[in-house]
């Protein structure tokens, strides 16, 4: 069963916490989520040469967000919801 299990991404375990902080930051509120507005937002987490490959992966779990994974960053479904209505 393991063999069957995609493998960990080692950065996404390292900044686990603070893609959850930025990403649900972004999304409670209202920000466009965009690599400027997440750049701005990790600038103070993520050191300099990890910064864009941080945008990178916090833009694909915004934009891969849907009812099943908004738990993983701290949102309510009506958070979610109103981000979907401003879409």
Do not use: P, W
């Given at each position: 069963?393991?063999?069957?299990?995609p493998?960990?991404?080692p950065?996404?375990?390292k900044?686990?916490?603070?893609?959850?902080d930025v990403?649900?930051?972004?999304?409670?509120?209202g920000?466009k989520?965009t690599?400027d507005?997440?750049?701005?937002q990790a600038?103070?987490?993520?050191p300099?040469?990890d910064?864009?490959r941080?945008?990178?992966v916090a833009?694909?779990?915004?934009?891969?967000?849907?009812?099943?994974?908004?738990a993983?960053?701290?949102?309510?479904p009506?958070?979610?919801?109103?981000?979907?209505?401003?879409v």
């Open positions: 069963m393991r063999d069957s299990l493998e960990s991404d950065f996404r375990l900044y686990r916490a603070t893609l959850q990403v649900g930051f972004i999304i409670k509120e920000k989520a690599v507005v997440i750049r701005e600038r103070n987490l993520v300099a040469d910064l864009a941080f945008c990178e833009l694909q779990d915004i934009q891969g967000l849907h009812e099943g994974n908004i993983h960053y701290s949102l309510r009506s958070e979610f919801s109103a981000c979907l209505e401003r």
